[in-house]
């Protein structure tokens, strides 16, 4: 019997172009971003008492985050722009992203990052694609302010999510999770840093519902870091602080954007500590063998505390997102991990650490 091809996934600008602006084929700048899995937990159900949990592993796309969806837009319309080089202000995923995508466009990219806080692995990234890191002294919201002025001065194109195609990327994320639904969940729950994926998703189950694909219309969970939480708290945090490195932002971009997607959906933006978000990464990695980032815990955090606050309910069903891969933050993990036990080549010693 003949092999029948199921056609290879072409990347969320070709396979969502009718709900994308319009970009000339030969510009698109892909790594095949997108489609990623839908994964219900059911331990994690177990484990936190009732609720159908789904988690949407975006930890999976190319460069290990939610960033690819964005920057494959970003970064295709700026080549169709004739730009020859990108710049971004990052914690560290949107810069691996943006290096990524530049390799693959023929592109210059320029990264901006708070020095000492980004992880390992997403300082890496950036490095072996070739962009040029700059550590500035300061915070990412330093760092930003710093982009938006180099832009207005020079040839290079902002990959923020304040370019509007970054958003107009993520909010496939939403697409996929109504397609492989059947519908949308009853909530959704997202971390919030610059606020840009939770405005993006937002948009995107908006546009479904128009267009009468899905009937109803989920409410929007943000969590933010505690010591990191602008949103929640009504001000800028000056000096932010949490282990969530991603989410270390005292002064989301998306700021506006993230009130609206809560305020017409009828959720919430709330915020965890440290510790809580340090349960759920943990929870995640050892009862469903998903390893994601710190940041990304915050969605199941927030899951977990408000299911202890009877809001959401056992019958629900409610999709996570988790934004990043935990082996961008191996520093993280083995921080709270019990670490490896060190043996002589000895079977009877090796056996007793074995516990028989
Ligand atoms: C894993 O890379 O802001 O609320 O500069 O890396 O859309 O900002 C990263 C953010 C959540 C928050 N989870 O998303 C950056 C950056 C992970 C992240 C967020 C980020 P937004």
Redesign the pocket.
């Known amino acids: 019997m003949a092999l029948t091809s199921k056609g290879l996934w072409r990347g969320v600008v070709r396979e969502y172009l009718k709900y994308l602006p319009p970009v000339k084929d030969e510009c698109i700048v892909t790594l095949k971003e997108g489609n990623t899995p839908l994964i219900e937990a059911r331990n994690l159900r177990d484990a936190i008492g009732g609720v159908r949990l789904f988690l949407k592993f975006?930890g999976v796309n190319p460069t290990g985050?939610?960033?690819d969806r964005g920057m494959t837009l970003a970064v295709s319309k700026a080549k169709e722009e004739g730009s020859a080089a990108i710049i971004?202000?990052?914690?560290?995923?949107?810069?691996?992203?943006a290096s990524a995508y530049a390799a693959k466009g023929g592109m210059k990219a320029y990264v901006l990052v708070p020095h000492g806080g980004v992880a390992l692995g997403?300082l890496s990234q950036a490095m072996i694609h070739g962009a040029i890191v700059v550590e500035v002294e300061g915070s990412?919201d330093d760092a930003l302010g710093i982009v938006k002025d180099i832009t207005k001065d020079y040839p290079v194109t902002m990959v923020?999510?304040l370019n509007p195609f970054r958003i107009e990327g993520?909010k496939t994320a939403a697409f996929e999770v109504c397609e492989h639904l059947g519908g949308a969940p009853e909530y959704h729950f997202?971390?919030?840093?610059?606020?840009?994926?939770?405005?993006?998703y937002w948009r995107g189950y908006r546009e479904y519902k128009a267009k009468g694909f899905i009937p109803a219309l989920p409410k929007m969970m943000?969590f933010q870091a505690e010591g990191a939480a602008p949103i929640v708290r009504g001000e800028v945090v000056l000096n932010p602080k949490t282990v969530?490195s991603?989410?270390k932002?005292g002064n989301?971009?998306?700021w506006k954007s993230?009130l609206e997607a809560r305020d017409q959906s009828g959720g919430v933006i709330d915020m965890v500590t440290d510790e809580e978000i340090l349960f759920a990464y943990g929870l995640v990695a050892s009862r469903e063998g998903i390893f994601?980032?710190p940041?990304?815990a915050?969605s199941v955090a927030g899951v977990i505390k408000l299911k202890n606050q009877g809001v959401v309910k056992d019958t629900d069903t409610v999709v996570a997102t988790l934004?990043?891969h935990g082996l961008?933050d191996p520093d993280t993990a083995m921080g709270v991990s019990i670490k490896p036990v060190r043996v002589e080549p000895d079977i009877k010693k090796i056996i007793k650490v074995m516990g028989f």
């Open positions: 975006e985050s939610f960033k971004c202000a990052s914690t560290g995923n949107t810069s691996a992203s997403k990412f923020n999510s993520q997202l971390p919030v840093g610059n606020a840009g994926n939770i405005t993006a943000g969530a991603a989410i932002i989301p971009a998306s993230a994601c980032e940041a990304s915050a934004t990043g961008k």
